[in-house]
């Protein structure tokens, strides 16, 4: 397992991707639940998060390469395609 890489507000909100309505994914016990946020809800979570980091390769495969800890759990974020 790599070393984590945590992330500022800024840093975070930069890897969204440039749409109104992002889909994210959280894990609930053995299936993944997602939705879409609209980008306002989901920029506030990101400023609001206990920890912002990049996800694990698995995840960042699938296109959610950043996550957010809060009292909820782990929010997995859809982002920009890396380049």
Request: contains cysteine; charged residues 35%.
């Amino acid at each position: 397992m790599g070393d984590r890489i945590f992330l500022t507000p800024d840093e975070a909100l930069a890897m969204l991707p440039d749409r109104d309505r992002i889909h994210t994914t959280r894990r609930a016990r053995v299936i993944s639940i997602g939705c879409y946020w609209d980008r306002a809800d989901i920029e506030e979570a990101i400023r609001q998060a206990d920890i912002r980091e990049e996800s694990g390769p698995r995840a960042a495969r699938h296109g959610y390469r950043l996550a957010i800890h809060n009292a909820d759990g782990m929010l997995f974020i859809e982002t920009k395609e890396q380049r």
